[in-house]
């Protein structure tokens, strides 16, 4: 009889741990679901309620295969815009309970709406499916996409006729290009490879793999020292020039009260990054140090103008002087806008 008595105390012991332990991890997840349109800022603390605080002997959190020790939002740990991590709770009994959660983490400066002045228009042919875009000179550079389609070209501003182009192979979907030097680097959206051109001629000089890190090909930029890429992520990537397959720092992007993904083709000017938003008539201004926006340009009357079908976005952003130069995918023109 006394066994029984002792195997039924035992089994009650173990249901009121269970019991406490789906308290626990309840708790624990009401609150991260609480938190996670609320959002933080890098240096605020994580503070967990009382009842898992009061249960744990300690609590780290993982980020994959890094552990942090303090419930604190470490920009060495965390990044801005969705963090994926699992809280590992060491009850004071020796046993480990985990919780997975997601904490959004926004830039603590509200970003500002820029406001602009369209001063001039210029034409731009409409059966250009453009990806990438920029001026040197009076010289315009673009990339065009679509299978079957895709090639890299120059024309002069206010002109549509190529003064010299170079066409892709039907396999290759071209996405955005920049200029470095006296070499034209051009990115392909899923080929895994990008190519390098000789800025005058634009003859085929080699062709590079993406980083391991980079899923697809979205936009370029450079910065007078790195490469700058997208890949449609919240992720803003920093290439060695020299090894754009190597990754020498990424970034992520997000606003005050609002983290931004599928970011697409890039601009690099006067110490800031400029990128829009994959079908969205937005261009943000972005801090490169740490990937805050920083301010927020609304393109929603230009796209409205020129948007024929979901595929003619506005895509297209480089910069003549101080002023801006914007255009989209078969856009008929192009805008240059004065910030004010």
Known sequence: MKKYVIGGLLSLVLLTACNKDKEILNSLNNYS??????GYHFGDSLNLPKDVID???????SFGDKDLDKLVVDPNYFTLGDNDITYNIKKKNGEII??????????????????????????????????????????????????????????TLGTTTPIVETKQSDDVFSEGCTIAGDKVFQLTWQNKKGFIYDKNSLKLLGEFPYPNMMGEGWGITFDGKDLIATDGTKNIYFLSL???????????????????????????HDGFIYANVWQKPIILKINPANGEVIGKFDFTEISKENQVDEDSVLNGITFKGENMLV????????????IK
């Open 33 to 38: 679901l609480s938190m996670e349109s609320k």
């Open 55 to 61: 249960n744990a002997e300690s609590i780290t959190i």
């Open 98 to 155: 985990t919780q997975d959660a997601t904490i959004n983490v926004f830039a603590k400066n509200p970003e500002k709406n820029i406001s602009y002045e369209i001063i001039k228009e210029y034409p731009h042919d409409p059966k250009s499916f453009v990806q990438g875009f920029q001026l040197d000179g009076n010289i315009i550079y673009e990339s065009d996409g679509q299978k079957g389609q895709s090639r890299i070209l120059k024309y």
């Open 242 to 268: 020299t090894d754009p397959s190597k990754v020498l720092r990424y970034i992520s992007v997000a606003g005050n009260t609002q983290a931004y993904d599928q970011l697409n083709e890039i601009e690099y």
């Open 327 to 338: 255009t989209g995918k078969n856009w008929s023109k192009i805008y240059e806008v004065k």
